[in-house]
Structure formats: C-alpha cells, structure tokens
C-alpha cells in the first residue's frame, strides 16, 4: 500500500471557522509533511514531523497549526484564515526524512471566504 | 538551504520531440535530488531520483536524468515525448531536517498530439 490518504477533499470555510485537515499513511513512514500549492505554482513546504518531533517552517502564521498524533496520523488545524490561504493542501510521508522519496496525498482543496 | 532551479518554465511540443528539462541545485555535502511529476487531476508523483552512484538514472515511462557534479545539474530527459507526457514537471531536493528545502518553480509541459 502505497497510498496516502487525505480528507476532506473539498472545504469551504469561512475567516471566523475553526476546520481541520486530516492525513493517514500506512506504509510506516516516520517523515510526514504538509504544503501548500497555489495553482500554477510548486508545493510550498509548510511543515515536517520526524518521528513525531515537528519542525516548524517560520513563515508559516500561527492560525495554521499542525498536529501529529502518531506515526500515521498528521493533522492540520486551521483557525481565523484568510482568502488568501485559499489553496492545495497537499499532505507526504517518507520513510525518513531529508533523503528519501515522499508519496503524495491528493490534496484537500480549500477555500477560505 | 538546499534549493534548486528549473529554467524552463513553459514548454510545448509536438509528439515525438526530444525533451530536456533544466535543474540546477545550489548546495553542496551530500546530493540527493528527485523529479517528481503532476498530471493533470493527479498527485504528484515520483518521476525518478539520484542518491548515488550511476549518475544517470532511468526512472518512469522512458523518462531518465544525468547528474553532472561539475554543472550542479540534473536534467531530465526523453528522447520521444507523447500526449499523455503533458504535465507540470519539478525537480527538488529532500525535505526534511534542520532546514526547509524549495521544490523548482516547475515546468509545464504541453504536447501536442
């Protein structure tokens, strides 16, 4: 099983919703990652957790909060957007981080009124 | 921070051209480096990726790509391109670690049948 799975796939909230981003991962990868992809544009790299320890990309404001459960588990709180956070979210796993390959969810679509 | 660059942002061509797709990366130590592709509708996906040794490295449907050390380059290649080659096309180091990488700007590839 080579699959990472994303939900929702859809999502439209609005500036004041509190939403959050789920990501699962079975091939017992301990690197997962979330981006950020505005159309015509590469993943942005917002977050890695390696084995469960997070490193936080600077840039990336405090209304966006990730959270990892456990080893197969990656969350992303969303608090208090704005319409330009309107975007691809795009959820990876690796079997370690900094060298190997990442698997690619298929996004959750988000749009922030 | 590792990053890399792709100069060919837009390119379009007919069926059966040759194809090259520029990356330079900018950093030195270890040199991993990836291409990964996205269809449209689609993850994105790994196309091939070098870690060591042969530095020219075959990945997913004819497509390969040679390291050139001296060049800090890592272009991808197809001798014969196909319709279904069209797509957005990026090369990246790992993720991960102490730092945040950057995927290429990316390249988007039109073939025309």
């Known amino acids: 099983d080579t699959e990472v799975t994303q939900t929702p796939k859809h999502l439209v909230m609005g500036m004041t919703n509190k939403k959050s981003l789920k990501c699962e991962q079975h091939?017992?990868?301990?690197?997962m990652y979330w981006y950020k992809q505005k159309a015509k544009k590469p993943p942005e790299l917002m977050f890695v957790y390696s084995y469960e320890k997070l490193s936080i990309n600077e840039s990336v404001p405090s209304r966006f909060s990730p959270e990892c459960p456990n080893s197969s588990l990656l969350n992303l709180h969303l608090h208090a957007l704005q319409p330009e956070d309107s975007a691809l979210y795009l959820c990876a796993s690796s079997q370690e981080a900094r060298t190997d390959t990442q698997y690619f969810g298929p996004g959750t679509r988000l749009t922030v009124l | 921070a590792q990053s890399v660059s792709q100069h060919n942002h837009h390119v379009i061509l007919s069926e059966a051209a040759s194809l090259e797709l520029g990356c330079n990366y900018s950093?030195?130590?270890?040199?991993?480096l990836f291409w990964y592709v996205q269809y449209p509708g689609q993850h994105l996906q790994l196309l091939l990726k070098y870690f060591s040794g042969d530095p020219l490295v075959k990945g997913i449907k004819g497509f390969e790509a040679e390291f050139i050390k001296s060049k800090f380059s890592f272009n991808l290649r197809k001798p014969s391109v196909q319709w279904s080659d069209t797509a957005e096309y990026f090369c990246?180091?790992?993720?991960?670690?102490?730092?945040?990488?950057?995927f290429g700007r990316g390249t988007s590839l039109i073939v025309h049948p």
């Open positions: 950093y030195g130590g270890t040199v991993n």
């Open positions: 091939m017992g990868h301990r690197a």
């Open positions: 990246a180091p790992p993720a991960g670690g102490s730092y945040i990488p950057t």
